[in-house]
């Protein structure tokens, strides 16, 4: 491999040659892209989002001149300027042509007239006064002269009520024509007219592509909506697809109407103030920008106003439905346009794809705050944003549910549990196994000793089971004890369990017959309702024990409520003796034995497991209305 020569490394490019070797930092990219981007629907008459291909930096060719009209009309010196129109052919051409006017006048240092050292030199502009105050789009003062660059053939004129300047230039701006013209002329206008050098862009097509052409329309539509009151003329000339169009807006609104198939027009809510003009819809999830009078749908502006939004909208949620969500989350539920104007912005690009101004320096004011009124946001708190944030939430919340579901029923039931919480039986035949729930580790000894080994298991639970009405799979299965009898019976969350495919046939609740045996019972009849397939078929029971077992001799009488013994109590006469039991575990061996061999089982149905009926006493934050509930019951 040959050496190469120190000069062959480190070269040195004329800013010219830069350009067309480097176009990407000048332009942007050179190279077809596919983006979807809203055009103009001439049949339907309203904006449609379309799948386009194009050339982002021919694009911005072209945009430099019509957004240099733009900036002429934004400046309260523009001879008058309130038209412009834009001409485009399929024969490879665009004139870009405003009612304005550039001073026809001799550039003292630069040796040339003024629309020659706008238009042929680079780096040249009226934008350079740091010291003024400019709500324009041109920043670098290249633009102009890059539309020159990237084209074969520049023509430009312009009058001023005294003179008409005209000049040419060709091969990319390297070629300045021996036409230079000076004339008395009465009238003002600004004329640019090029040929597009298209070997400079990596296409084959010769001419406009009829995407190309629409994209220019609609470049022409955004124009006149950023500067209200400038009358857009657009005209594409070809002999078999010819058209016109014609824009003019008085107000934004007008704008936005074009856009009725993305948002609902009539549901805006709106702010404006001395710099901008928001407008939010609750549908879509699109932003529409423009900063000094040109498209800009990203940047500061945008993240501006949406922060605030959307941290408002999350903070609302949260005081208001108990939701925490983050900006973020609300940040594409809804659809914004925005038209500000920015003091001296800065973009990411020669581009002007993104605004990169800080938001705290849109104004050189030293006193300016970014502000989104509260009256604004207030509104936006009580539109359809939050019933769209809420509903996103709730089907994200059940999309993450479904999918910790399959986690869990991937996981459960693979190995039955052991433990010293779980006595197994011996039978494998699931039709005549019995599980048995017990509170507390004084009824286990019991129970190991009077159960049918062969059929009776039990899970023993130690205090009172957590309340689990309201709560989500992946919270229940937090819990040990459901967690534990998922695993026992083997559940499925979110399917249906049929007791065919289950461990046992038959789930007893076997909790005291007290107060606190009954509140034992309810709080498992909740667990058990996550599947209310069980109570269809019949599997979920409460064990009856006795309250009080009355004895005389060989004889004995069971009592299963303190009701049904104050009927009898007189009846027994003398000689009965009476025990209370305390519980389960206030029954000897004898009489486990006797209860757990013939025992009484209470079934619960469906209808007993309404919801209505236990969101009345389960679920939480409802004490005020619990206790309206529980008023109107006694006075009933």
Same mark, same amino acid.
């Given at each position: 491999? +040959?050496?190469?020569?120190?000069?062959?490394?480190?070269? $040195?490019?004329?800013?010219?040659?830069?350009?067309?070797?480097?176009?990407?930092?000048?332009?942007?990219?050179?190279?077809?892209?596919?983006?979807?981007?809203?055009?103009?629907?001439?049949?339907?008459?309203?904006?449609?989002?379309?799948?386009?291909?194009?050339?982002?930096?021919?694009?911005?060719?072209?945009?430099?001149?019509?957004?240099?009209?733009?900036?002429?009309?934004?400046?309260?010196?523009?001879?008058?300027?309130?038209?412009?129109?834009?001409?485009?052919?399929?024969?490879?051409?665009?004139?870009?042509?405003?009612?304005?006017?550039?001073?026809?006048?001799?550039?003292?240092?630069?040796?040339?007239?003024? /629309? @020659? !050292?706008?238009?042929?030199?680079?780096?040249?502009?009226?934008?350079?006064?740091?010291?003024?105050?400019?709500?324009?789009?041109?920043?670098?003062?290249?633009?102009?002269?890059?539309?020159?660059?990237?084209?074969?053939?520049?023509?430009?004129?312009?009058?001023?009520?005294?003179?008409?300047?005209?000049?040419?230039?060709?091969?990319?701006?390297?070629?300045?024509?021996?036409?230079?013209?000076?004339?008395?002329?009465?009238?003002?206008?600004?004329?640019?007219?090029?040929?597009?050098?298209?070997?400079? !862009?990596?296409?084959? %097509?010769?001419?406009?592509?009829?995407?190309?052409?629409?994209?220019?329309?609609?470049?022409?539509?955004?124009?006149?909506?950023?500067?209200?009151?400038?009358?857009?003329?657009?005209?594409?000339?070809?002999? $078999?697809?010819?058209?016109?169009?014609?824009?003019?807006?008085?107000?934004?609104?007008?704008?936005?109407?074009?856009?009725?198939?993305?948002?609902?027009?009539?549901?805006?809510?709106?702010?404006?103030?001395?710099?901008?003009?928001?407008?939010?819809?609750? #549908?879509?999830?699109?932003?529409?920008? !423009?900063?000094?009078?040109?498209?800009?749908?990203?940047?500061?502006?945008?993240?501006?106003?949406?922060?605030?939004?959307?941290?408002?909208?999350?903070?609302?949620?949260?005081?208001?439905?108990?939701?925490?969500?983050?900006?973020?989350?609300?940040?594409?539920?809804? #659809?914004?346009?925005?038209?500000?104007?920015?003091?001296? /912005? %800065?973009?990411?690009?020669?581009?002007?794809? @993104?605004?990169?101004?800080?938001?705290?320096?849109? #104004?050189?004011?030293?006193?300016?705050?970014?502000?989104?009124?509260?009256?604004? *946001?207030?509104?936006?708190?009580?539109?359809?944003?939050?019933?769209?944030?809420?509903?996103?939430?709730?089907?994200?919340? &059940?999309?993450?549910?479904?999918?910790?579901?399959?986690?869990?029923?991937?996981? &459960?039931?693979?190995?039955?549990?052991?433990?010293?919480?779980?006595?197994?039986?011996?039978?494998?035949?699931?039709?005549?196994?019995?599980?048995?729930?017990?509170?507390?580790?004084?009824?286990?000894?019991?129970?190991?000793? =009077?159960?049918? /080994?062969?059929?009776?298991? =039990?899970?023993?639970?130690?205090?009172?089971?957590?309340?689990?009405?309201?709560?989500?799979?992946?919270?229940?299965?937090?819990?040990?004890?459901?967690?534990?009898?998922?695993?026992?019976?083997?559940?499925?969350?979110? $399917?249906?369990?049929? &007791?065919?495919?289950?461990?046992?046939?038959?789930?007893?609740?076997?909790?005291?017959?007290?107060?606190?045996?009954?509140?034992?019972?309810?709080?498992?009849?909740?667990?058990?309702?996550?599947?209310?397939?069980?109570?269809?078929?019949? *599997?979920?029971?409460?064990?009856?024990?006795?309250?009080?077992?009355?004895?005389?001799?060989?004889?004995?009488?069971?009592?299963?409520?303190?009701?049904?013994?104050?009927?009898?109590?007189?009846?027994?006469?003398?000689?009965?003796?009476?025990?209370?039991?305390?519980?389960?575990?206030?029954?000897?061996?004898?009489? +486990?034995?006797?209860?757990?061999?013939? /025992?009484?089982?209470? +079934?619960?149905?469906?209808? @007993?497991? &309404?919801? #209505?009926?236990?969101?009345?006493?389960?679920?939480?934050?409802?004490?005020? @209305?619990?206790?309206?509930?529980?008023?109107?019951?006694?006075? %009933?």
């Amino acid at each position: 491999m +040959t050496k190469k020569k120190i000069e062959e490394i480190y070269k $040195e490019m004329d800013e010219l040659t830069h350009i067309l070797e480097r176009p990407g930092m000048w332009v942007g990219s050179v190279k077809e892209e596919q983006k979807q981007m809203f055009l103009y629907d001439t049949e339907a008459k309203v904006m449609e989002l379309k799948e386009v291909t194009y050339i982002p930096a021919m694009l911005k060719v072209i945009d430099e001149v019509i957004s240099n009209s733009c900036d002429e009309y934004r400046r309260t010196t523009n001879m008058g300027l309130n038209k412009l129109n834009v001409t485009i052919s399929s024969d490879g051409w665009i004139e870009v042509k405003d009612n304005g006017g550039i001073p026809i006048v001799m550039h003292s240092s630069a040796g040339c007239y003024i /629309p @020659e !050292f706008i238009f042929g030199r680079l780096r040249t502009s009226s934008n350079y006064n740091d010291d003024e105050d400019r709500n324009v789009i041109g920043t670098n003062g290249v633009g102009s002269a890059l539309a020159n660059v990237f084209s074969k053939k520049f023509i430009i004129e312009s009058a001023d009520n005294k003179n008409k300047f005209h000049r040419t230039w060709k091969d990319n701006m390297r070629t300045v024509c021996d036409d230079l013209t000076i004339e008395k002329c009465s009238d003002h206008f600004t004329s640019t007219k090029l040929w597009l050098d298209f070997k400079r !862009f990596d296409t084959k %097509a010769k001419t406009f592509t009829p995407e190309f052409v629409d994209i220019i329309e609609k470049r022409c539509i955004d124009a006149a909506a950023a500067n209200l009151g400038l009358k857009v003329n657009f005209e594409y000339k070809d002999k $078999e697809n010819g058209r016109k169009s014609s824009w003019k807006f008085n107000k934004f609104d007008q704008y936005i109407d074009l856009y009725n198939g993305y948002v609902d027009v009539e549901d805006g809510i709106k702010f404006a103030d001395d710099q901008k003009q928001v407008w939010v819809y609750p #549908s879509g999830s699109i932003n529409i920008g !423009f900063v000094n009078g040109a498209e800009c749908s990203k940047g500061t502006h945008i993240k501006g106003v949406r922060t605030e939004i959307n941290n408002r909208v999350a903070e609302f949620m949260q005081k208001k439905h108990k939701i925490e969500i983050t900006g973020r989350g609300v940040d594409n539920k809804y #659809s914004m346009f925005i038209c500000i104007n920015v003091v001296n /912005p %800065a973009y990411n690009s020669q581009t002007k794809e @993104e605004l990169t101004t800080p938001i705290e320096r849109f #104004s050189r004011d030293e006193n300016y705050v970014f502000e989104v009124p509260e009256q604004f *946001l207030n509104k936006v708190c009580k539109s359809e944003i939050i019933n769209i944030v809420l509903d996103w939430y709730k089907q994200k919340a &059940a999309a993450e549910d479904q999918a910790q579901i399959r986690k869990l029923n991937k996981a &459960a039931g693979k190995k039955l549990l052991r433990s010293d919480k779980f006595i197994d039986c011996n039978s494998r035949k699931r039709e005549e196994k019995q599980l048995f729930v017990y509170e507390g580790d004084s009824a286990k000894a019991g129970f190991r000793t =009077a159960r049918d /080994p062969q059929t009776q298991a =039990a899970y023993i639970m130690r205090g009172v089971p957590l309340n689990t009405y309201g709560m989500s799979p992946v919270q229940v299965m937090k819990n040990q004890v459901f967690s534990d009898m998922v695993n026992i019976l083997g559940l499925k969350w979110g $399917e249906y369990n049929d &007791a065919s495919k289950l461990s046992f046939n038959k789930i007893c609740i076997a909790s005291d017959a007290d107060q606190d045996g009954s509140k034992i019972a309810s709080l498992l009849l909740v667990f058990f309702n996550h599947f209310p397939e069980l109570f269809e078929q019949g *599997l979920v029971c409460r064990l009856i024990s006795p309250i009080i077992i009355a004895t005389k001799g060989t004889e004995k009488k069971k009592y299963y409520t303190m009701k049904e013994f104050e009927k009898d109590e007189k009846k027994l006469g003398s000689g009965w003796k009476i025990k209370y039991c305390k519980g389960l575990g206030g029954l000897n061996d004898a009489e +486990t034995r006797e209860m757990m061999r013939q /025992p009484i089982f209470h +079934t619960f149905t469906k209808d @007993e497991m &309404a919801d #209505s009926m236990l969101r009345r006493w389960f679920a939480k934050g409802i004490a005020s @209305e619990r206790k309206d509930m529980m008023k109107k019951d006694l006075e %009933a």
